[in-house]
């Protein structure tokens, strides 16, 4: 790839649709304009426009705009194309502008990889806007529209605005350390250093953005024929479990994604739990339905009183069924087959997920946000407890330089091509 070439791409839903937009970017865009419309309207004003191909051979009529640089979304000249979005009309308008010298079709997020090379985004954002074309869910919608809208990158940019003003003070220090009148760092210094740090921890005890994809992670978890498939199926609406009478139907562990009420929540059935099973496969999925106890943020135990993991949500699933032991002590008594109780088991779970994934709105921190900026705090606690200004100054410019690789101020082009590559062709 190169930032000398002009680049194009279907930038809308993919055909058929009722409008295709083929964004160009790059010094060849109003060039582009020029040759299939004839003329460059003016600048961000939409213009009716017959798009003609080098040959002459009509295209298609379409709306043209025209984005002068830099003040625009890749910091480059910039052009659409409003057309039909018939796939020959698309496909018929693409080839026109592959046959003008100097473009090239895009690559998956070279628009937005632009926008970010050209200061018009920072990394942050980036990562915010490559999340919010993969929401799924509300929750998810929220909190990659505060990252793509750059509230992760204003604390951050606060933050280091703090920190010069501390670095400051210490290299005051060391500007005067070999003056008879040797100045010394305020007594307020480490705790201003501490307090920040402070802030960071708050944020890394956040969690983290990849909860949102996988969900709120609830496991079913009892001995065999204890309604776990059947109230399994209830809560996701499908009939994904096999149920059946018969003790042992589920051996392995099943899991879906559903949202409820917006919140992303991941369900596992589990094969039934027993001691000494003769059954080479179900003991093999009773290891893994351990495995996934260990990795739940709640389980409901539909097995006897008291018998389930530390913490277990008591679930009595089979109401509609008669002679079953009672569970005096049940949070939830309901009935899978008939559904009563099963709306008050989900508005439970909705509410306990959302005490436990990133609040609606809230900026997140994915996993290389989060270790970037737990490498700042730990430089920050390390200024806090030496002696020396001049050590204090290092760890100071550490955590400086963890800012700027959270932000994308220092960054490689490995990484920048894995998170680019995320995005479709034409964003």
Known sequence: MSAADTIFALSSGAPPAGVGVIRVSGPAARGALLALAGRAPEPRRASLARLRAGDGALLDEALVLWFPGPNTATGEDLAEFHCHGGRAVVAAVEGALAALRGTRRAEPGEFTRRAFANGRIDLAEAEGLADLLSAETELQRA?????????????????????????????????????????????????????????????????????????????LAGPPNAGKS?????????????????????????????????????FVDTAGLREGSP?????????????????????????????????????????DREGLPAKPGARFTLSAVTGAGVGALKQALVEAARGALPKPGEATL???QHARLAEAEEAL???????DPLLVA?????????????IGRATTEDMLDTLFGRFCVGK
């Open 279 to 319: 059954d080479a496969i179900e003991a093999i999925g009773i290891e893994r339905a351990l495995d996934a106890l260990a990795r739940a943020d709640a389980v409901l135990w539909l097995g006897p009183e008291g018998e389930g993991p530390a913490g277990a949500w008591e679930t009595a699933a089979q109401a």
């Open 394 to 406: 290092e760890e100071l410019r550490r955590a400086r330089l963890a800012f700027d690789r959270l």
């Open 230 to 266: 059947t109230l399994f199926n209830a809560l996701v609406e499908s009939e994904a479990a096999i149920t059946s009478p018969i003790a042992g139907t589920t051996r392995d562990v099943i899991e879906r994604s559903v949202a409820i009420g917006g919140v992303p929540f991941t």
């Open 143 to 219: 909190a990659a529209l505060a990252n793509a809208g750059g509230a992760l990158s204003r604390q951050v940019e606060g933050w280091r605005d703090r920190l010069l003003g501390l670095s400051a003070e210490v290299e005051g220090v060391l500007d005067f350390s070999d003056e008879e009148d040797s100045a010394d760092l305020p007594e307020c210094f480490t705790w201003n250093i501490a307090a920040l740090a402070d802030e960071l921890a708050d944020w890394l005890a956040r969690p983290r953005s990849e909860r949102l994809g996988e969900g709120f992670r609830v496991v």
């Open 381 to 387: 606690r390390a200024a806090t407890v030496l002696p």
């Open 366 to 368: 994915n996993a290389r």
